[in-house]
């Protein structure tokens, strides 16, 4: 080999090296998803690819409206565990409310301009929402597990792996997510 070959070698080794640390280094911060259920209708529509910024809570406290993923006890069908997607409804110290389809916090009925349907099934009585834990529940509230199933109930800020922040795909909806 001639020393030409050999230092084109040497930089598409350094290029490969330098391109593998910068998407560590992002994966750090970014987890790209698929959406794989339709729990989000109309906001997320099955097989959306999105990203999540894996950091969003440590340097901000979820807000109310905010599209999160997490881990639960679930197991998908291989047996892996299984990840929801879900919209923050209630915060630390609120109590919510769920009843004849309207879902108030701390009293006041909750505006839901993001929801499949106007109604929300289900009874929840007064419940406080406790320290590190929030209250979640997916668009479309007549196809979702989430809070109102003791099976997921309240979500802990540890369980929470993401934020969800931007849509990639579809294509004619590519932008930040609310």
Known sequence: MNKKY??????WCK??????????????FIKPTFVRETSMLPTLQEFNFLFLSKQAYNFGEPERGDIIVFH????TS???EKMLIKRVIGLPGETIHIKDGQVM??????????TK???????????VIADNSLF???DNRQNSIDSRDPIIGLVEMDDVYGKAVFR???????GLLN
């Open 105 to 114: 916090i701390n009293g006041e009925v909750l505006d839901e301009p993001y």
């Open 168 to 174: 990639l795909y579809p294509f004619n909806e590519i």
């Open 6 to 11: 050999i230092n084109e070698l040497k930089e």
């Open 15 to 28: 290029d490969i090296i330098i391109a593998i640390i910068i998407a560590v280094i992002i994966l750090q």
């Open 117 to 127: 349907e106007p109604f929300t099934s289900g009874y929840v009585e007064d419940k």
């Open 72 to 75: 639960t006890d679930l197991k």
């Open 136 to 138: 979640v529940m997916g």
């Open 78 to 80: 291989d047996g892996d």
